[in-house]
C-alpha cells in the first residue's frame, strides 16, 4: 500500500464562507382553539348583556311616558261639575234678537236672481 491510502482528515479549506447566524425568532404565543373559542364566548355574552340592559331601559322609559300621557289626559278630561242655577241664568241672559234681520241680506240675494 502506497502513501496515498492514509486516513487523514481533510484539511477544511480556509477560503470558503462561513454561513450567516440567524437569531432564533422571538416566540410568539398561540392561542389553542379551545381559548379562542373562550373568548369569543365571552365576547358575544357581553354584548347580550348590553343589549338587554338598553332594551330594559328603553321599554322602562317608554312606559313611564306613557303612563305620565295618560295622566295627563285624565287630568284635562275630567269637566268641572256645573251648576244648574249658573245654567239658568247664563240661559236667561241670552239676548235673542229678531231672527229676520239676520235673514235679510240672503232675501236680497235671493231675489236678485
Same mark, same amino acid.
Given at each position: ?12 479549506? !480556509?477560503?470558503?464562507? /462561513?454561513?450567516? +447566524? ?6 410568539? $404565543? %398561540? ?5 379562542? @373559542? ?27 311616558? !306613557?303612563?305620565?300621557? /295618560?295622566?295627563? +289626559? ?6 268641572? $261639575? %256645573? ?5 239658568? @241664568? ?24
Amino acid at each position: 500500500m502506497g502513501p496515498n491510502n492514509t486516513n487523514t482528515p481533510p484539511i477544511p479549506n !480556509a477560503a470558503a464562507p /462561513k454561513a450567516p +447566524t440567524v437569531a432564533p425568532a422571538p416566540a410568539i $404565543p %398561540v392561542e389553542t382553539p379551545k381559548e379562542s @373559542n373562550k373568548l369569543i364566548l365571552w365576547f358575544v355574552l357581553g354584548l347580550m348583556v348590553i343589549a338587554v340592559l338598553v332594551g330594559g331601559t328603553y321599554l322602562f322609559l317608554s312606559k313611564q311616558q !306613557a303612563v305620565d300621557l /295618560k295622566q295627563q +289626559t285624565l287630568k284635562t278630561q275630567t269637566p268641572a $261639575p %256645573v251648576v244648574q242655577e249658573n245654567l239658568e @241664568n247664563d240661559l236667561n241672559n241670552i239676548s235673542i234678537d229678531d231672527g229676520s234681520k239676520d235673514f235679510a241680506a240672503v232675501d236680497q240675494d235671493l231675489q236678485q236672481l
